[in-house]
């Protein structure tokens, strides 16, 4: 009998859940999100680090049951971490913020090479992804691990673990012994005091990684701490704190998420936003008599993506896409935010300069606003003029939702540039039927 009262819990909301029959709003919103998640993943495909990381871990892609998108076949752990690596590697994949924040389609990369490894239905997988990240929802609604110091891959893996373990199969007690040990086991630290660092794209799928392995080991019968939220020196006295899960399996959770128009973090998805649209009403005389350019915005944002003074002399490209100052810059710049624009732009001398006169200010009605809209404000003063737009939340935002078109086109439109567009658009037709798949094998394979 397990102890621990919040593993018990997970437990029992995990198989509630995803006993849930696939309904069309459900089945709608976790595929956009394995589309979306997919569409980030082949943009960073052919990038020298991923091939570079690829080889370091000694993956060759020449044998194993499941796919690391592009790069080739491996053990379903190693396409997990490179396919989790890659929809980390430009942050362009869905976002949530309750009083913690992360990334919960993250998990979606282990959901499928262990649906792959098992030859799973399309639905068992949705149903799956569904549970785990709804769980992960509750984890940032209910405790905030961000705020002492915890990366938020520390719940991605005790959220992916739930998806593996329901798709391996495991027994109520194993399952509950798999939580046990990922919850001991995979506590990450943010570390991010300074510029961001590659770990930026491994935190994730280390975490990813790791489930995969506790699973293995649950559903050998190994067991882990009891009890592992509760009591002394447990997950919530030494991580989150105050931890209130709601856990409501009927409770519909799966478009929650904010997806992404932009690969940069997702506060400056508004910024990007306002300044391609300004970069028109200034046109192209007073663009290069720009004074001076502040953005107003909520508190988080700025706490995250607009203080520490390397975000305005950013020396790589995870410190420049978590940088409100440098991509608002870049977007009024080059009228187009890509993942090519970034790394171009940090050599780009123009946008240096524009950076160092970008401020960044706190609006409290927009604090106070925050996280059920996510509002931004440019005001430039070019050539003696002043011009001022805002928004309540960047395209992408629950408030503010892409519609089924322009996620369609995301993918499309980043698997274009490493498949061509007939495949890319015969990809994106095949997998809006995921939920049809008898066996996801081959989905991965555009």
């Known amino acids: ?104 389609s993250d998990i979606i990369a282990a959901a499928l090479a262990v649906g792959e490894e098992s030859h799973c239905s399309g639905a068992d997988v949705l149903r799956a992804i569904g549970a ?17 110091g915890w990366d938020h891959a520390t719940y991605v893996g005790i959220a992916a673990t739930v998806a593996v373990g329901l798709l391996r199969g495991l027994d109520r007690t194993q399952f509950a012994h798999a939580i046990s040990m990922m919850t001991a086991a995979n506590n990450m630290l943010l570390a991010r005091s300074a510029k961001v660092s590659a770990w930026r794209s491994l935190a994730s799928p280390h975490a990813l ?50 997806l992404k128009r932009f690969p940069a973090v997702f506060h400056a998805q508004a910024p990007c936003e306002i300044a391609l649209a300004m970069r028109d009403e200034l046109g192209p005389e007073l663009l290069f008599q720009i004074d001076e350019i502040e953005v107003a915005t909520h508190a988080f944002a700025i706490h995250w993506a607009g203080t520490i003074p390397a975000l305005w002399e950013p020396q790589n490209r995870e410190t420049a896409d978590h940088s409100i100052p440098f991509m608002t810059a870049l977007a009024l710049l080059r009228g187009q935010v890509h993942h090519h624009d970034i790394e171009a732009g940090i050599d780009d001398a123009a946008v240096r300069a524009l950076t160092r006169r970008v401020s960044v200010v706190e609006d409290p009605a927009y604090s106070a606003a925050w996280p059920k809209q996510a509002p931004a ?22 408030a503010r939702p892409l519609s089924h078109d322009r996620r369609a086109d995301k993918l499309i439109d980043n698997a274009t540039a490493v ?17 049809e798949f008898k066996d996801i094998s081959g989905a991965l394979l555009p």
């Not at 785990?132 to 002492?148: E, I, K, V």
């Not at 009891?226 to 997950?235: A, T």
């Not at 061509?420 to 039927?433: D, F, I, M, V, Y």
């Open 209 to 258: 990684r790791n489930a995969l392995f506790v699973t293995a080991l649950a559903k050998a019968d190994v067991s882990g701490p009891d009890p592992v939220f509760e009591g002394k020196l447990g997950f919530l006295e030494v991580v989150c704190g105050d931890l209130h899960l709601a856990l409501d399996p009927m409770r519909e959770r799966s478009g929650d998420t904010h």
């Open 419 to 435: 498949i061509g567009s007939q495949r890319a658009k015969a990809w994106a037709r095949t997998l809006e039927g995921f939920a």
């Open 1 to 104: 009998m397990i102890q621990d009262s919040i593993t018990r819990a997970i437990v029992d909301f995990a198989f509630a859940s995803y006993a849930r029959p696939l309904d069309a709003p459900r089945r709608d919103a976790l595929t956009a999100r394995v589309m979306d998640m997919l569409g980030c993943a082949i943009a960073a495909s052919e990038d020298a680090e991923v091939r570079r990381i690829a080889k370091a871990i000694g993956f060759t892609g020449q044998a194993g049951p499941c796919t690391a998108l592009t790069l080739g076949c491996g053990a379903a752990d190693t396409a997990a971490f490179l396919n989790g690596l890659m929809v980390r590697f430009h942050d362009w994949n869905d976002t949530y913020v309750g009083k913690n924040g992360g990334h919960p």
């Open 377 to 398: 404000r440019i005001t430039i003063t070019a050539g003696g003029r002043t011009f001022e737009r805002s928004l309540i939340a960047g395209l992408g935002h629950a």
């Open 132 to 148: 785990g990240q709804h769980l992960m929802l509750d984890m940032c609604d209910g405790s905030n691990a961000l705020a002492r």
